[in-house]
T-cell receptor, first 114, second 112 residues
Framework: GAGVSQSPRYKVAKRGQDVALRCDPI?????LFWYQQALGQGPEFLTY????????KSGLPSDRFFAERPEGSVSTLKIQRTQQEDSAVYLC????????????FGDGTRLSIL | SQQGEEDPQALSIQEGENATMNCSYK?????LQWYRQNSGRGLVHLIL?????REKHSGRLRVTLDTSKKSSSLLITASRAADTASYFC????????????FGEGTQLTVNP
């Protein structure tokens, strides 16, 4: 399909393990965003890429969170030494280079830390 | 942190009725967007209204924006069971790199 693809859809990890979440944006979309959504809440911004450049990482909750987009397409969000409070749905979105455009979301990765 | 509040938090109506959801925000905006989220899925964009617009329509959706009150409303007319979902408002900036700041959402249930 032509939408934003995220994998895995579900991830269960033990506390202290590292995890990597993948996002494949819509082809040609310059902007890529990561959001974190707690149960029953709206998504909260984590970080933003324009092509391969990470222009805003102000929403990352700690230095255990790291994101990259080395070739300006696929992005990976990595969480090191996971904690129980990291349990959430992680959503990726992409959009075009033009202003006032909607963001297109993937179905997210539901991360559960035991 | 969340941009603002949505009201009501939950709404239950019968098929065919209209549903109105409200959103308030705190800061100046360039645009306001409404998204729908079905359980276990990502967000689907419904409609975007710019800060210089007051009303916008798309099919059965009508969105209003009052920048003086920092509020917006989403009206879904002639609701269907398939409209059952969570609805979120989000404020955005002008550039393509502007993050979205979401409200806490309204859970809409349309009973057949």
């Amino acid at each position: 399909g032509a939408g934003v693809s995220q994998s895995p859809r579900y991830k269960v990890a033990k506390r202290g393990q590292d995890v990597a979440l993948r996002c494949d944006p819509i082809s040609g979309h310059v902007s890529l965003f990561w959001y974190q959504q707690a149960l029953g809440q709206g998504p909260e911004f984590l970080t933003y890429f324009q092509n391969e450049a990470q222009l805003d990482k102000s929403g990352l909750p700690s230095d255990r969170f790291f994101a990259e987009r080395p070739e300006g397409s696929v992005s990976t969000l990595k969480i090191q030494r996971t904690q129980q409070e990291d349990s959430a749905v992680y959503l990726c979105a992409s959009s075009t280079r033009y202003s006032n455009q909607p963001q297109h979301f993937g179905d997210g990765t539901r991360l559960s830390i035991l | 942190s969340q941009q603002g509040e949505e009201d009501p938090q939950a709404l239950s109506i019968q098929e065919g009725e209209n549903a109105t959801m409200n959103c308030s925000y705190k800061t100046s905006i360039n645009n306001l967007q409404w998204y729908r989220q079905n359980s276990g899925r990502g967000l689907v964009h419904l409609i975007l209204i710019r800060s210089n617009e007051r009303e916008k329509h798309s099919g059965r959706l009508r969105v209003t924006l009052d920048t003086s009150k920092k509020s917006s409303s989403l009206l879904i007319t002639a609701s269907r069971a398939a409209d059952t979902a969570s609805y979120f408002c989000a404020t955005g900036g002008e550039t393509s790199g502007s993050r979205l700041t979401f409200g806490e959402g309204t859970q809409l249930t349309v009973n057949p």
